[in-house]
């Protein structure tokens, strides 16, 4: 089947979806992005979401192209145009193609580009890695320093991504000064005794939907939760460790650097945070 997708107003067959060659998005990385997942044919933290997609717009002084219930109902025609039970929605705006490439920001009122797609997932709640864990490496941490925003600007990600895989594991940690930063596309965590220890917000990491979710869940599930940063030799001392990200939702690490875990094996505070967030957002879906 040919997924339908959504450029500017229209939905499309996706073989017909189109944007200018001058577009900012693909000249400069001059976007945006956001992706929420779909279980059970409904929207997981679209709410969170849309507020953050709202705030990575006005840093980058890029016009919000909608009201978040128009959003809302994009995001629904699609999932049931496109018959998605479990999987994703990919949303980015740019600043759009205001003309001739140039440095120099278009006016405010730019009429920004906006596209959709979904990607089918069967099966996203219950992905075998959650058995059996992740393993990854730690890399030097070289991106721009406004990590907060959730940019197009993807290229050093995805090279750590092939660096995890040309090394023959999962993924990999960032560190800068000597302290983890966040994983390539994911929040990063270990586990101290009782004690869930994952770096405090800033500029330096992106504000993950998913980590707001899970240290909330964390808190109310009466787990301590300490935000500041920690390093990698403190991460392979930890009892256990994991990861968050809309599409991941809880992970546990298992290795760190060729180093082994506790036991080996996904540790209770992840595998029982994967529960709780996976059946909470399941309940309060849209």
Avoid: C
Wanted: proline share 5%; charged share 25%.
């Amino acid at each position: 089947m040919t997924r339908t997708v959504y450029v500017n107003g229209d939905y499309l067959p996706e073989h017909e979806a189109k944007v200018s060659v001058f577009d900012r998005g693909f000249l400069m990385a001059d976007g945006v992005y956001e992706v929420t997942s779909v279980l059970g044919g409904k929207l997981i933290d679209f709410e969170g979401h849309a507020k953050r997609l709202e705030r990575s717009l006005h840093e980058l002084q890029i016009r919000k192209p909608m009201e978040d219930a128009a959003l809302l109902e994009i995001h629904r025609e699609l999932v049931a145009r496109n018959e998605i039970e479990d999987g994703m929605i990919y949303l980015q705006v740019t600043r759009g193609a205001p003309g001739d490439r140039d440095f120099a920001f278009p006016p405010a009122e730019t009429e920004p580009t906006v596209v959709l797609f979904t990607q089918a997932k069967p099966g996203l709640a219950e992905s075998p890695a959650a058995k059996t864990g992740i393993r990854i490496i730690s890399i030097p941490d070289i991106r721009w320093g406004r990590r907060d925003i959730k940019t197009v600007q993807l290229l050093y990600p995805s090279m750590g991504k092939m660096m995890a895989k040309a090394a023959g594991v999962d993924d990999a940690w960032m560190v800068e000064d000597d302290h983890v930063t966040e994983g390539t596309s994911n929040n990063a965590y270990i586990v101290k005794g009782n004690t869930i220890v994952t770096r405090h917000l800033g500029t330096e990491i992106l504000h993950g939907i998913t980590r707001a979710a899970v240290l909330r869940f964390a808190q109310e599930a009466q787990m301590k939760v300490e935000e500041r940063a920690f390093t990698i030799e403190e991460a392979k001392q930890a009892d256990e460790a994991f990861i968050t990200s809309a599409s991941t939702f809880v992970m546990p690490v298992v290795e760190i650097d060729g180093m082994t875990l506790g036991d080996g094996a996904p540790g209770p505070v992840a595998s029982r945070l994967r529960e709780i967030y996976i059946e909470e957002s399941r309940r309060a879906a849209l």
